[in-house]
């Protein structure tokens, strides 16, 4: 006998006339949704602020999620030490993974901290959520509000129609300082393309048999004209006990436009097919069941960033000179992607950190207005080494502290003391 449909009627409706902008209100409005604007949102909320997170993608996390880049680089100083350099969000983050086996630590010249892609993306989900933070997804940046530095407003575009955010300070965690770039003020672009990468996880794999990373590279270089690929080098990071690994083996164009980004995507995941297909020929041992469980959307390094009050340079970095505004260290190695076959990869001593203070991360001329992440200012070289993941997420808890002690004036005026010690986890010892 049919089970009786419960009567559901329908209604034919048009746009209704005038404005349908949904309209919100906080203390902070941050843009970007990956781990230097999740790092924002979560110390500016434990502060006791309300805040909004808006993010161009369907859903948190950016890039360390949703580009399945499966490794946390820059968190750790170089060995024998091997200090622990950021702190913050990291903390509990590492130790909730750590009690699931979820997250493993690699020892090399540094700690490289991989991780299960799935499994961190409902950690951030459930932060967020217990920590009430008013998330606004598929959100991309349409206009910003506001005059003389100070913004008032950023009304975003989303598949549902605009959305309005009024907040009394802003953290461009955009990754492309798209909130900079819509409120009118500097930016820098370098004049030739910094290369992405389209990862891949694959699974299927015999991780006892896995090539030495020295022999990997040198069949690429041997044989890339044969399997048609770009990149000369990479690697291919396993999660021990899971035969499954994440390939950073490509490098693809990450151009600001939309229609020449979706050819790059369609041609990265090309790349990445050319790959496979080299991994499963010349290393079948390890590679020759090997599938593609998913592809990651497109990474991307360096694009466009803000022009800020103080432009961290190579010389800085490669002295470890020392800021009196610090909010994030590293000693991650200049990694300049700005070659298709290659990259530059400069290292450095056992001793080594350099820094990145708040004026890199203020725009000129902006008083409520603070970046965080790859989208902070540096010389192309300087910000290669700084735009990983440990130091931005330094750099979005600086920001967070520096927004809340302008207290409503300038972010430029604050008490270099009272932000050091603030930040003094991330920045001492």
């Not at 009304?155 to 955009?174: E, I, K, M, N, Y």
């Not at 436009?257 to 050319?274: I, P, S």
């Not at 505004?325 to 300049?336: C, G, H, K, N």
Request: hydrophobic share 45%; with cysteine.
């Amino acid at each position: 006998m049919p089970h009786p449909l419960t009567e559901l009627k329908v209604n034919t409706v048009v746009k209704p006339a005038g404005d349908p902008t949904e309209r919100l209100g906080a203390d902070i409005c941050v843009v970007g949704a990956g781990i230097s604007g999740l790092s924002a949102a979560v110390a500016a909320r434990r502060l006791g602020r309300s805040v909004v997170l808006a993010d161009a993608l369907p859903v948190l996390g950016g890039q360390c999620v949703n580009s399945l880049i499966g490794l946390f680089c820059g968190v750790y100083g170089n060995g024998p030490e091997f200090r622990q350099l950021t702190h913050g969000i990291f903390d509990p983050m590492f130790a909730d993974l750590s009690r699931t086996g979820d997250i493993h630590f690699n020892v090399n010249h540094t700690i490289t901290v991989a991780y299960d892609e799935v499994v961190l993306s409902r950690w951030i989900e459930n932060l967020v959520q217990e920590l009430g933070i008013q998330v606004v997804l598929g959100a991309s940046v349409l206009s910003v509000d506001g005059a003389d530095g100070q913004l008032a407003a950023v009304t975003f575009a989303t598949r549902h129609g605009p959305v309005r955010v009024r907040a009394g300070g802003f953290v461009d965690a955009s990754g492309d300082a798209a909130l900079t770039w819509e409120a009118g003020l500097p930016c820098r672009v370098p004049e030739r393309t910094i290369y992405g990468s389209q990862q891949i996880r694959l699974e299927n794999l015999r991780e006892e048999f896995k090539p030495e990373p020295d022999e990997l590279v040198a069949r690429i270089e041997e044989k890339a004209a044969e399997y048609g690929l770009v990149r000369h080098d990479g690697l291919a990071f396993f999660f021990p006990g899971r035969n499954t690994a994440v390939l950073n083996m490509t490098h693809v164009e990450a151009p600001l436009g939309a229609v020449r980004a979706a050819r790059a995507q369609l041609a990265g995941r090309a790349q990445a097919d050319r790959v496979v297909a080299f991994l499963r020929a010349e290393f079948p041992k390890a590679f020759g069941e090997a599938k593609v469980r998913s592809y990651g959307l497109p990474g991307r390094r360096q694009t466009r960033w803000i022009a800020g009050v103080h432009q961290l340079s190579t010389d800085e970095v490669r002295s470890g000179h020392r800021f009196a505004d610090a909010v994030a260290r590293t000693a991650w190695p200049i990694e300049l992607h700005d070659r298709a076959e290659g990259y530059v990869w400069e290292t450095y001593d056992a001793d080594h950190v350099h820094y990145v203070p708040l004026r890199s991360l203020i725009p000129r001329g902006a008083h409520n207005l603070v970046a965080a992440g790859r989208c902070v200012d540096g010389d192309a070289a300087a910000l290669s080494s700084v735009r990983v993941m440990g130091p931005c997420a330094a750099m979005g808890f600086g920001a967070a502290h520096a927004l809340d002690l302008a207290g409503g004036g300038s972010v430029q005026e604050i008490d270099p003391a009272a932000l050091r010690e603030r930040v003094r986890e991330n920045v001492e010892g």
